[in-house]
Structure formats: C-alpha cells, structure tokens
Nanobody, 128 residues
C-alpha cells in the first residue's frame, strides 16, 4: 500500500521556521514526483512546492519562492519542505502528495489539483 507520512507541522511565530518531512513507501520513489499542497480554511487547495525524483526539477508557488525549499533524500524515501520566514498567511493544513508524472515539468501537476496519492495532512499555524 502507498503511504505518505507527513510530520513536522506545529505552531510557530511569524518569521520562524519549520521543516516538514514526508516519508514515502509502497512505490518506486525514484520514479515519482513528490510535493506539498496546502489548504487554509475557506480557501482553495493550492500546490506549494513539488520536486521530480526523475530529474530533480522543482516548482514553487509564487507566494513561497525564496522562503521555502523542497529537497528529496532518495536513500531515505523522504522529501522535506524547509519553511523559513513564515507568515500568518502560510497557516494551513499541508498535505504530502505523490504523482507518477515525474517525467513532466513539476509546473504541470503542481499547478493542478489532481495527484495520484495524498497523505494525511499536518497542521501548520503561524501566529502574528
């Protein structure tokens, strides 16, 4: 069974940092793209960042560019999202996702709403 286990969420003050981790199992990690989507109350779900384990290409939403960094440890089948300079508007439930379209540009699937697999979310709350 495919499992995407997210961890690392929590409560942090504005300007602070958090690192989310997503431990993946049940599929060939190197063949997939892994990413993070988020959904805040009353807002649509959005792709935050994705990375292709096929070619290493990445995507970042404009709202997080320069503050968030996605990375992949293929030896551990884990993807990380380092979030710095957090803002209250980053408050949301963050979901780890995986998709087999790793050979395509991350823009293609990270800007959409469909991904093959979704993990349970982890709450990130940024206080002002």
């Amino acid at each position: 069974d495919v499992q995407l286990q997210a961890s690392g969420g929590g409560l942090v003050q504005a300007g602070g940092s958090l690192r989310l981790s997503c431990a993946a199992s049940g599929f060939i990690f190197d063949d997939y793209a892994i990413g993070w989507f988020r959904q805040a109350p009353g807002k649509e779900r959005e792709g935050v960042s994705c990375i292709s384990n096929y070619d290493g290409y990445t995507y970042y939403a404009d709202s997080v560019k320069g503050r968030f960094t996605i990375s992949s440890d293929n030896a551990k089948n884990t993807v990380y999202l380092q979030m710095n300079s957090l803002k209250p508007e980053d408050t949301a439930v963050y979901y780890c996702v995986a998709d087999r379209r790793a050979h395509l540009s991350p823009n293609y699937y990270c800007l959409g709403s469909y991904m093959d697999y979704w993990g349970k979310g982890t709450q990130v709350t940024v206080s002002s």
